[in-house]
Nanobody, 120 residues
Framework: QVQLVESGGGLVQPGGSLTLSCAAS????????MGWYRQAPGKERELVAS???????NYADSVKGRFTISRDNAQNTVHLHMYSLRPEDTAVYYC??????????????WGQGTLVTVSS
């Protein structure tokens, strides 16, 4: 069994910063891509940022230049550093990982979500 545990959400004022962290645990051989998604009230879940095992990154246009994703392969962790936060960044943020369990065995795993509220 593989689990992703997120931390770091909370309330922040517009223009502020916040860092989300996600740690994977369980019977993991390795992890391919890891990413952060978010879902605002009444909206569909959307990709915020992703990072490959080799460190290549991809960002949604709405967060480019404001968010940075990083990972530690040895620790099986991924972080989302968020700067210049806006009210429209308010959402539940979910961690996602493409986990390799063994030969020809992969699993998409989701965290439980952490709420980020940007408000004055």
């Amino acid at each position: 069994q593989v689990q992703l545990v997120e931390s770091g959400g909370g309330l922040v004022q517009p223009g502020g910063s916040l860092t989300l962290s996600c740690a994977a645990s369980g019977s993991i051989t390795s992890i391919n891509a890891m990413g952060w998604y978010r879902q605002a009230p009444g909206k569909e879940r959307e990709l915020v940022a992703s990072i490959t095992r080799g460190g290549s990154t991809n960002y949604a246009d709405s967060v480019k230049g404001r968010f940075t994703i990083s990972r530690d392969n040895a620790q099986n962790t991924v972080h989302l550093h968020m700067y210049s936060l806006r009210p429209e960044d308010t959402a539940v943020y979910y961690c996602n990982a493409d986990v390799v369990l063994g030969p020809n065995r992969r699993l998409q795993v989701w965290g439980q979500g952490t709420l980020v509220t940007v408000s004055s």
